[in-house]
């Protein structure tokens, strides 16, 4: 039986010390930077994805043990673990579990990067909202915690997929004026992502918002357009 020393130990055998420098660096975790203190052992994520899959079977009490710790990589695996459950599951019980369980976490700050709130929020607080009142996604956006109001943009990922836009053009008009580049680039990502299935949609709320948009926000927005229309949008021609 797989258990959560065997996966500690697995964790172990492939530590790079190398790899964890690097990822230090990238994931920003010097003193002031949005990742400070956030401790790496260097495992890829092909080696974490293999490491989740086998322990899908984990308890939820093991889970929360490993999502409280101080090791990014073993709440990497916790949340893939989560979503990968989350995903073969139809038991709406089930389901929401894992999508209060994973709130909890966000708001014990145990989901404090954006690779952490990226691989499991729109299949998790997404897709859990998909069919029902998505006010958490409203206070999660007026937070003043950073992760939570990534998390409230990259959870309407799974609406915009549904060509449901409503509630990712209203949370980008929320944090429009966010002084962070993580939201710039998840607001000016999902936007994107509207303009992907419907560019009229995206245009319409561009048009209304762009000259007071931040830079990156808006250089997010429109990296589909065409050469010419993206630089009538930069030199605010539009």
């Known amino acids: 039986m797989e258990t959560l020393s065997t996966l500690k130990q697995d964790l172990n055998k492939l530590k790079n010390s190398e790899r964890a420098k690097q990822c230090m660096r ?3 975790t010097a003193k002031g930077e949005y990742g400070e203190g956030d401790i790496f052992i260097g495992l890829t994520s092909s080696e974490q994805k293999e490491i989740a899959k086998k322990y899908l079977d984990l308890c939820f009490g093991d889970i929360q043990k490993l999502l409280d710790s101080e090791i990014h990589e073993e709440r990497q695996i916790s ?7 989350f995903e073969k599951t139809r038991d709406e019980k089930k389901r929401k579990n894992i999508f209060s369980l994973y709130l909890k976490n966000a708001h ?3 989901i404090n990067n954006w690779d952490l709130v990226d691989c499991s929020t729109p299949t998790i607080i997404g897709g859990f909202l998909i069919d029902k009142d998505r006010e958490i996604l409203y206070k999660l956006a007026k937070s003043k915690n950073l992760w939570e109001k990534r998390i409230s943009v990259l959870a309407t990922f799974a609406f915009i997929r549904e060509n449901d836009f409503k509630d990712s053009l209203k949370i980008a008009e929320i944090l429009l004026n966010d002084k962070h580049d993580l939201i710039h680039k998840a607001v000016g990502w999902m936007l994107r992502e509207i303009g992907k299935r419907n560019q009229d949609k995206e245009e319409k709320f561009l048009k209304k918002h762009y ?5 990156t926000m ?3 927005a429109i990296e589909r357009f065409d050469e010419k229309k993206r630089k009538d949008y930069l030199n605010s021609k539009i």
């Open 218 to 220: 808006l250089r997010y």
């Open 79 to 85: 949340l893939i673990i989560l979503r990968k459950n």
């Open 211 to 215: 000259k007071k948009m931040p830079r």
């Open 26 to 28: 990238y994931f920003k």
């Open 108 to 110: 014990k700050g145990n």
